[in-house]
């Protein structure tokens, strides 16, 4: 099966940036689309990002829209989020995911494997 591995995440201050890098090993399925999950310490988890399998086509929850980038390397079998601009309120565990549909859903029951998380904490 599928194991997903999330790397990147650190401790920085307001204002800075970070690259998360997710590689997924195992046998996948191939034609999936990709995303970025995150829970706050007390929350539920929410969507940050996703990207289509082909790269093409991008969504972005709207509070990190123009800040946030995602983006992927499917020979690698990897996806990636470059954040900038970092604020306190993005401060949560980051999680990637792989679905077995193409399109860049939002919808969390549409991503069959999952990382553990990396945690992402922003300081004032």
């Known amino acids: 099966q599928v194991e997903l591995v999330e790397t990147g995440g650190g401790s920085v201050q307001v204002g800075d940036s970070l690259r998360l890098s997710c590689a997924a090993s195992?046998?996948?399925?191939?034609?999936?689309?990709a995303a970025w999950f995150r829970q706050a310490p007390g929350k539920e988890r929410e969507f940050v990002a996703s990207?289509?399998?082909?790269?093409?086509?991008?969504d972005y929850v709207d509070s990190v829209k123009g800040r946030f980038t995602i983006s992927r390397d499917n020979a690698k079998n990897s996806v990636y989020l470059q954040m900038n601009n970092l604020k306190p309120e993005d401060t949560a565990v980051y999680y990637c995911?792989?679905?077995?549909?193409?399109?860049?859903?939002?919808?969390?029951?549409?991503?069959?494997?999952w990382g553990r998380g990396t945690q992402v904490t922003v300081s004032s």
């Open positions: 995911a792989f679905g077995r549909v193409p399109v860049a859903t939002r919808q969390e029951s549409n991503y069959i494997y």
């Open positions: 195992g046998r996948t399925f191939g034609a999936d689309a």
């Open positions: 990207v289509n399998w082909g790269g093409s086509f991008a």
